[in-house]
C-alpha cells in the first residue's frame, strides 16, 4: 500500500504483485528470469485503474549485490485517455 500526500492531497494506492521466476544454472552462475503482473487499485479514480507487466532476470554479483534490468509495460485507465507506458529501467538491490 502507497500514501500520497503530495499538493495538499492525501490519496493512497493498494498494489498486488504476483511474479513467476526460476533459477537457471550456467555452471556456477545462477541468474533468476522473471515474469510478473501487478494490479493498482488508486483511490483518486477509486478503482482498479493500473495494470503493469514485467519481464526481467535477477543478476546476482558475490553475496550482497543483485543487478536487475527489467522491462514494463503499464496501462493506466484512470485518466481519459487510457495511458500506456513502455519503461526499462535497471535496480540495484544490496544485501546486508
Keep these: 500500500m502507497d500514501l500520497d500526500w503530495s499538493s495538499s492531497n492525501f490519496t493512497w494506492r ?3 504483485r504476483v511474479t513467476f521466476e526460476r533459477s537457471v544454472k550456467i555452471h ?3 541468474p533468476k528470469p522473471y515474469a510478473s503482473a501487478e494490479r493498482f487499485y ?3 479514480y ?3 485503474s493500473t495494470t503493469a507487466l514485467y519481464v ?3 543478476f546476482p554479483v558475490g553475496k550482497h549485490v ?3 534490468p527489467y522491462y514494463e509495460h503499464e496501462n493506466n485507465t484512470g485518466k481519459k485517455p487510457n495511458q500506456q507506458v513502455n519503461a ?3 535496480i540495484l538491490n544490496l544485501y546486508f
Design 88 to 90: 526499462a529501467g535497471l
Design 28 to 30: 556456477s552462475y545462477h
Design 66 to 68: 543483485q543487478f536487475d
Design 56 to 58: 526481467g532476470c535477477l
Design 46 to 48: 477509486g478503482k482498479l
Design 14 to 16: 493498494y498494489r498486488n
Design 42 to 44: 488508486e483511490s483518486q
